[in-house]
């Protein structure tokens, strides 16, 4: 990593109060060239605190920006950090409406030469496409990581129709957990207290909200790029990575954008931007990316970026299974069009006799975080028990097969009851006996007519169900297995079905694994510069004299037969900010499951977090805890909040409710 700290332009930041029409005040931070000439402006728009938690991530990019002659711009949405108003369901139209008149705002600044791009990660890259769908006319250029078209079926709530029980539960335990947390005083003044308090008594778990649409409907389709993409009139550089759960939204979208406004880049990275390093790399110069993008798009300077392939793709070549990587080897091929040119379909026949599957509820213990970050437990350890758990179809390679896209699998099922799931993976075998998981596919047997229905099993029938797995690029040299595994359960990625404890019955024959093979002719030279970023903000991390516990601990009473899984997600822990702000951040997972009752599902987060400042005698905490349990026919929520100021409590709330299982 090179810190840059010599630029084109001197640069200066402020803190500011973007004013929307309904009077409301957005906190927002803008880092500007010192310049008498105005600028582009580029925004980033999150609920993530920019005051604190992105603080250290801002401090890399928006001022190596300003640096290289651009006003860039963090915002705090509605509710969130220092913005005043209340806080809304992700992505709502409040937030688009504010987002589109943020966008106006800016381009009327005089120091804003009134064009406008907007960049983000996850969250950020999520409005940056719905707003552009919204087409503001200052709003030129996108930059969009590791996000999603696709809400519904592409996103932290439901896979294949099947409700995502590791983020469903974890990611609205972590929303309830930000939207609890204070504006700052230092930064929000005297009314910080008032602002709070209001807040909270507007707080509800985005569960109830998620849970309360099991099918593809109304609610989803909101903010779904891919209901339109012709609503889109900026330019669009989609970024992902082959271990992120969004990858497959860049491949969507170099489809359907018109070629003349679009680009994609896939890596073998984590839900990261690539430039920081972390596993797995390798990192690119991904901010001198990005600037060639704003220039072409904002400044009509052509920097050539037009010129590259619409598709850049990491293939990996084959590795052992391992939970973290400091660097995937590979390499860097481009695609002129999508579906490409370079890629052809090749399908492989299952064999065998049929075959029950019916797998132990605990299977997918071992499938890896739905999230990595780069932490160390993060990937799927060996496979092999999870194998030895589904039923495996194995076919040998002989030269080696470059796999580039989204396999598929067509698998003849009978199953004796009306609902349940099917989960395909596909592994590398090594000569050794390891299996490494390259992707996965999970298919609800009730959504297997469409997303936005529900149509029960006709017990004892017979029918042919099909659905994709995930993209990858990877890589299987001579000698390799390729592996097709398919389970009737994935514990805790997948919640389970209440009867799901049957299984069904696979037949091989006309049954079928689609690889979309690449060529190893026309893979092109693609390099890319040396990452780098702006100083960083000086964050002191703070030592602490506890034993660290586990990322991730796999628990088994053997006699009662339960497995339980711990997860630390390693999002926080103490940090001092140079304001003087004291930060510390906790949180625990739990998954538990009888590997014999699909109805003893049970997830359950726990969240601690301390805002501190000593000179000001400001000390604020927020404890959560949210829990899933299920019966055959509802889900039961329970989640509390409790909120202390000074060691006084502020605020406490608990939540029980009772959601109908539709189709999750």
């Known amino acids: 990593m090179h810190i840059r700290t010599s630029f084109p332009h001197e640069t200066a930041h402020e803190d500011l109060r973007i004013p929307l029409a309904d009077g409301t005040l957005l906190y927002a931070r803008v880092w500007r060239p010192l310049t008498d000439e105005p600028v582009p402006a580029l925004l980033e728009y999150l609920p993530y605190r920019l005051s604190d938690w992105t603080a250290p991530r801002d401090f890399q990019r928006h001022p190596w920006y300003a640096g290289h002659g651009y006003a860039s711009v963090r915002v705090d949405i509605r509710g969130h950090g220092n913005s005043e108003g209340m806080p809304t369901d992700e992505y709502s139209a409040t937030e688009l409406a504010d987002g589109v008149e943020v966008v106006h705002w800016l381009a009327a600044q005089p120091w804003c030469d009134g064009r406008v791009g907007m960049f983000g990660i996850s969250w950020g890259g999520f409005n940056s496409l719905q707003i552009a769908a919204l087409a503001p006319e200052p709003l030129k250029a996108v930059v969009t990581v590791c996000s999603t078209d696709d809400r519904y079926d592409n996103d932290v709530h439901y896979m294949g129709g099947s409700v995502l029980a590791v983020d469903m539960h974890a990611w609205a335990a972590t929303m309830l957990a930000f939207v609890s947390r204070p504006p700052d005083p230092l930064h929000a003044g005297p009314a910080w207290r008032d602002m709070w308090l209001k807040r909270l008594e507007r707080v509800e778990p985005f569960l109830h909200t998620w849970l309360s649409h099991q099918t593809r409907d109304d609610y989803w389709r909101h903010g779904s790029v891919c209901e339109d993409y012709g609503a889109i009139d900026a330019a669009v550089l989609a970024v992902g990575g082959w271990h992120d759960p969004y990858r497959d939204t860049v491949l969507r979208l170099v489809e359907h954008l018109p070629a003349d406004r679009v680009r994609g880049l896939i890596g073998p990275w984590s839900h990261q931007y690539p430039d920081r390093g972390l596993p797995p790399g390798p990192a690119i110069g991904f901010l001198q990316e990005t600037l060639r993008w704003w220039d072409q798009?904002?400044?009509?300077?052509?920097?050539?970026?037009?010129?590259?392939?619409?598709?850049?793709?990491?293939?990996?070549?084959?590795?052992?299974?391992?939970?973290?990587?400091?660097?995937?080897?590979g390499r860097w091929v481009g695609e002129p069009a999508w579906p490409s040119p370079h890629v052809t379909t090749v399908s492989y026949g299952l064999q065998g006799a049929p075959v029950l599957v019916r797998s132990p509820q605990h299977t997918g213990v071992d499938a890896g975080r739905f999230f990595p970050f780069g932490n160390d437990a993060d990937l799927p350890p060996d496979q092999r028990e999870e194998d030895a758990r589904s039923a495996c179809f194995e076919f040998a390679v002989g030269a080696e097969t470059w796999v580039l896209g989204r396999p598929r699998v067509r698998l003849r099922l009978t199953s004796e009851v009306e609902r349940g799931q099917v989960v395909a993976r596909l592994c590398d075998v090594a000569?050794?006996?390891?299996?490494?998981?390259?992707?996965?596919?999970?298919?609800?047997?009730?959504?297997?007519?469409?997303?936005d229905r529900a149509v029960p099993w006709e017990p004892g029938a017979t029918e042919e169900v099909a659905f994709e797995l995930n993209g990858i690029g990877h890589a299987f040299p001579p000698g390799h297995r390729i592996r097709l595994a398919v389970s009737s359960a994935y514990w805790p990625w997948i919640w389970p079905q209440a009867d799901s404890a049957a299984g069904f019955a696979l037949e091989p024959a006309g049954s079928f694994l689609e690889l979309p093979v690449r060529s190893r002719e026309s893979a092109g030279e693609i390099t890319f510069d040396e990452p780098e970023q702006s100083a960083p903000l000086g964050v002191n991390f703070a030592a602490t004299l506890d034993e660290p516990r586990p990322e991730r601990l796999v628990v088994r009473d053997v006699a009662k037969g339960e497995w339980r899984l711990e997860v630390d997600p390693r999002y926080g822990g103490t940090r001092v900010y140079p304001d003087g702000l004291e930060f510390t951040e906790d949180a625990l997972e739990t998954y538990t499951i009888d590997e014999t009752d699909p109805l003893s599902a049970r997830a359950r987060s726990d969240w601690s977090i301390r805002l501190h400042r000593p000179e000001a005698a400001w000390d604020t905490t927020v404890r959560t805890r949210s829990e899933i349990t299920c019966e055959a026919a509802e889900f039961v929520t329970s989640n509390e909040v409790i909120c202390t100021d000074g060691g006084e409590v502020v605020f406490h709330r608990t939540w029980e409710k009772r959601i109908p299982r539709t189709a999750g």
């Open 431 to 451: 000569p050794d006996g390891s299996s490494t998981l390259v992707t996965r596919g999970v298919l609800n047997l009730s959504a297997r007519h469409g997303r």
């Open 297 to 329: 798009h904002l400044k009509g300077v052509d920097t050539g970026v037009m010129r590259e392939p619409l598709l850049r793709a990491y293939v990996s070549d084959s590795h052992p299974p391992a939970t973290v990587y400091g660097t995937l080897p």
